[in-house]
Nanobody
Framework: VQLVESGGDTVQAGGSLRISCSAA????????MGWYRRAPGKERELVAV???????YHADSVKGRFTISRYNGRNILYLQMNNLKSEDTATYIC?????????????????WGRGTVVTVAA
């Protein structure tokens, strides 16, 4: 499975941005998909995940501002980011798991993308 992110950009604080992840290959093996991010000088952290049934999980730091969604028909994952803050500046990385949503939340990632950069200017 290959994951390719797109849509990263520089936006002003308070603005919105939607990033995407296109999945190709043996998609039938994938159940849960999600987004991690790595800010400069920080550890990678989970942002949000979603399974095939549409169940979602959002980290507390983004809850109410970010929304994960998935277009199964075209194997595309989205992350809608609203009310962006400077601390949201990071490389956003698409991830996928053959297992359930809890496995992905726990870091059980089978496939990684290379990331797309989001910069929030104060």
């Amino acid at each position: 499975v290959q994951l390719v992110e797109s849509g990263g950009d520089t936006v002003q604080a308070g603005g919105s941005l939607r990033i995407s992840c296109s999945a190709a290959g043996s998609i039938f093996s994938v159940n849960a998909m999600g987004w991690y991010r790595r800010a400069p000088g920080k550890e990678r952290e989970l942002v949000a995940v979603i399974n095939e049934a549409g169940e979602t999980y959002h980290a507390d730091s983004v809850k109410g501002r970010f929304t994960i969604s998935r277009y199964n028909g075209r194997n595309i994952l989205y992350l809608q980011m609203n009310n962006l803050k400077s601390e949201d500046t990071a490389t956003y990385i698409c991830a996928a798991s053959k297992q359930d949503i809890q496995t992905l939340i726990s870091g059980g990632v089978d496939y990684w993308g290379r990331g797309t950069v989001v910069t929030v200017a104060a």
